[in-house]
């Protein structure tokens, strides 16, 4: 019997091996309310859905503070918080992939809305992100769930 491969991922999973399910949000709650927090409530979400990546599939490799830091200070030298939005949205899709649903986030649509677009790239990542939920009935936050791939 061989060892289930990884592809790039975190420790190899076999696929059927399960995770722990995220929490559904609403996009437009989600977008409003970093702003009526002036910016604090998307660090946490970030710092969240980046947390969740992990705990669906222990193959995608994140670190949610460093992510979370890339976005915070990475301004300082430009480029990372770039990377970090673009990083997330290939988490999402990679998650919507392990969950079995077609993988339709696109990371370069997410970071053009969130750079360019009022910050929508929120909205945009948290509705890719609620498709996942979506395929497992929406369970309550760190349910196990079962991985399709």
Request: hydrophobic share 40%; charged share 15%; glycine share 12%.
């Amino acid at each position: 019997m061989t060892a289930p491969t990884n592809s790039g991922y975190g420790p190899a999973q076999a696929a059927g091996s399960g995770g722990l399910s995220g929490k559904r949000r609403g996009p437009i709650a989600v977008w409003l309310l970093g702003i009526i927090t002036l910016g604090i409530y998307h660090l946490v979400w970030y710092y969240k859905i980046n947390n969740e990546s992990r705990k669906l599939d222990g193959r995608i490799e994140v670190d949610p503070t460093i992510s979370l830091f890339a976005i915070l200070f990475g301004w300082l030298i430009i480029v990372p918080p770039f990377v970090s939005y673009y990083r997330t949205g290939n988490r999402i899709a990679t998650m919507q992939r392990a969950a079995g649903v077609a993988p339709t986030c696109s990371a370069l649509l997410g970071l053009l809305l969130q750079v360019f677009v009022l910050s929508t790239g929120t909205i945009y990542y948290q509705h890719e992100l609620n498709k996942v939920w979506e395929r497992y009935g929406y369970p309550e936050p760190g349910t196990p769930v079962p991985l399709a791939v």
